[in-house]
């Protein structure tokens, strides 16, 4: 019975020195953080329907106010995109097809944009920057925005 354990023990040694020079000489595939976002990136960038809801939240220095806002997206690909965001007003952006339209609560008025990338150019500050976010991950030839790590 010792024998066979001691044979037993002396196979299990080979075999794990066995693997482990096998993973030595052929690492796992390891990515890089960097690698790992620009695949996530990709993959955003060839979905074809794409919706999200979330809330941000602003924090201030120096005290305890906080700011909330929610947003919604709403994505269909080649070009309907339809973002929502909600703070102290709301704010909406409509892509369908050529045609681009944005409204705010504060003017209630209905804005047809001259392009998409205008369009968002102008809702990035309101919208804490979420929309070119979201647009540039999605679109990111269309939004003319390039997400940098």
Known sequence: MIFFLRWLSFLWLVSALSVQQ???QNP???????????????KYSECKIYTDTGTIVT???GNDVQDHARFSTRFRRPNRFHFEFESDFEYELVQDG???Q?????????????NFSSALSS????TDGSVSLIAGLLMPDEA??????
């Open 22 to 24: 096998t993973i030595a």
């Open 28 to 42: 796992p595939n390891t990515l890089s953080a960097t690698e790992i976002l620009e695949r996530a990136c990709a």
């Open 59 to 61: 924090r201030f220095k």
């Open 98 to 100: 050529d045609k681009v």
């Open 102 to 114: 944005s409204k705010n609560s504060i003017d209630d008025a209905d804005r047809k944009e001259k």
């Open 123 to 126: 809702a990035h500050a309101i």
């Open 144 to 149: 003319d925005r390039t997400i940098r790590f």
